[in-house]
């Protein structure tokens, strides 16, 4: 189970480092997703998460989201290359249970993974 933690070290925390995703990072989407991501600077993959208030109001809501993006990464992190990611989510994340927002991640990790082999 050590693989599928999720450290500190594996978060974008640093508001310096959301910034530089923002500016230069390359865009990638999918239904429910934004992603921007750029070379990391550590060699693990990390992700940074943004579900703002326009997702919706609750934050019940909004966590839900953030857990379902958090175990998502979780499952796939080690078979990423050493990227920085920040996960946008759009409105239309909330109006969709579970079992579709983990489906649209897992095709956003593909796309992510194969534009960072790139």
Same mark, same amino acid.
């Given at each position: 189970m050590g693989s599928a933690r999720f450290p500190h070290a594996?978060?974008?925390t640093r508001p310096a480092d959301f910034l530089r995703?923002?500016?230069?990072g390359q865009r990638v989407g999918v239904r429910h997703?934004?992603?921007q991501a750029v070379a990391g600077t550590t060699d693990i993959a990390r992700l940074g998460l943004a579900v703002s208030r326009r997702v919706s109001? &609750?934050?019940?809501?909004r966590n839900r989201i953030k857990?379902?993006?958090r175990e998502s990464f979780r499952e796939i992190r080690s078979e990423l290359p050493a990227i920085d990611i920040l996960l946008i989510a759009r409105e239309?994340? &909330?109006a969709h249970d579970n079992a579709t927002l983990r489906a649209d991640l897992q095709t956003?990790?593909?796309r992510?993974?194969?534009v960072a082999r790139e």
């Open positions: 594996a978060r974008v995703l923002r500016r230069t997703f934004n992603a109001t &609750d934050a019940v809501r857990r379902i993006a239309s994340a &909330d956003l990790w593909r992510l993974a194969a």
